[in-house]
């Protein structure tokens, strides 16, 4: 037995009321109930009232509460305000409080004896009591809720935006010396306008785009992409400089990978061949190259000779080799050598004799 929230909206004149069951009360099926409330009704009130609850408060206050930004930008997404309660007010919310009372009686009493194996599932036997609902006449009116709000609220209203809001995410990051954030969600990389390098900024993020902001001015704005290690590059936001460091540094790597051997030399070109974005083979090229700091040169060029066997070229791969004396281990000569790397759990063709 899993327990469901009940999300419950209605306007003030009408009291045209809408319903929907909800995982939690977090800020995804908050948001989630509000979208779905304004697609129900067909339209945006000037402002929308919520209940005093975390997912829309930050700071409760009697006369000034914070909001918190999710919320906020679904104001300016949808061109309204968004007015909390006052805590310990029930009278603020009088009206939602007595169409919960209703809703129970007339719609969740009907359904307590069915059976429901999913949240949608019980949300479309909600809908279509929802639509009786509000169809029933007035106790003292000979009006039902869909007449008043069809005669006096449905013109007040203020058109939908083409798309629902689309919950966003808030982080704060340190544009690297690179001109890139780093976005741990999906573990990869945003280009910045270079100015911004060693600036902390904040990235507001959601399933299709991903915005950078500097002391509440935007800089930034890309296509978000879920594939992680990713560079995600606006050409402009480097400067020239770094346009011309691009062009000329692989040709330095290279000059200084061929001083320590050619095995060296032949791995700095497949890593730099392989690389999404040059950058980020630049610093796993300079860390090869350091290791001449702590082996000696034979033996980085040894472990370049041993990477080569494997598929692809990274740093990792020559650390592990130098860190596991493998290096020391004779690889195989050019004429034989197998695709397949050398492994300890590998035989060889004596292995079956």
């Not at 977090?26 to 919520?50: M, Y």
């Amino acid at each position: 037995m899993i327990g469901a929230e009940v999300f419950v909206a209605i306007l003030p004149c009408s009291q045209f009321t809408f319903v929907k069951a909800s995982a939690s009360q977090k800020r995804e099926n908050f948001i989630d109930g509000i979208n779905s409330a304004l697609q129900w009704i067909g339209g945006v009130p000037k402002a929308i009232v919520t209940d005093n609850l975390k997912s829309a408060v930050s700071k409760g206050h009697k006369y000034a509460p914070e909001i918190n930004k999710t919320l906020q930008s679904l104001a300016v997404h949808y061109n309204c305000v968004i007015d909390p309660t006052r805590p310990y007010r029930p009278k603020d919310k009088a009206l939602v409080e007595g169409a919960v009372k209703l809703v129970y009686q007339r719609i969740f009493y009907p359904l307590s004896t069915h059976t429901f194996f999913s949240i949608d599932e019980i949300n479309e036997a909600i809908l279509k009591l929802l639509a009786q609902y509000n169809l029933y006449s007035f106790q003292n009116a000979k009006t039902t809720r869909r007449q008043r709000f069809e005669e006096l609220e449905q013109t007040a209203l203020s058109d939908l935006p083409l798309q629902p809001y689309h919950i966003r995410y808030y982080k704060r990051a340190k544009v690297q010396k690179i001109g890139h954030i780093f976005l741990g969600t999906n573990k990869n990389y945003y280009s910045v306008p270079y100015r911004y390098i060693r600036h902390h900024v904040e990235v507001q993020y959601n399933n299709d785009t991903v915005e950078i902001f500097y002391k509440h001015d935007h800089i930034a704005s890309h296509t978000r992409n879920f594939r992680g290690g990713a560079y995600n590059t606006v050409k402009d936001h480097m400067p020239s400089s770094h346009h011309a460091y691009n062009d000329l540094n692989p040709e330095i790597y290279k000059e200084r990978a061929l001083k320590i051997g050619n095995y060296n030399l032949n791995y700095i070109n497949r890593l730099f061949y392989q690389a999404a974005y040059p950058e980020q083979a630049y610093k796993q090229a300079q860390g090869i190259l350091f290791f001449v700091k702590h082996y000696q040169s034979e033996r980085v060029e040894k472990a370049c000779k041993r990477a080569m066997g494997y598929h692809k070229s990274s740093y990792r791969t020559v650390e592990r080799i130098l860190k596991n004396n493998t290096d020391m281990i004779e690889v195989q000569s050019d004429s034989d050598h197998s695709d397949i790397p050398e492994h300890e759990n590998i035989r060889g063709s004596t292995g079956y004799a």
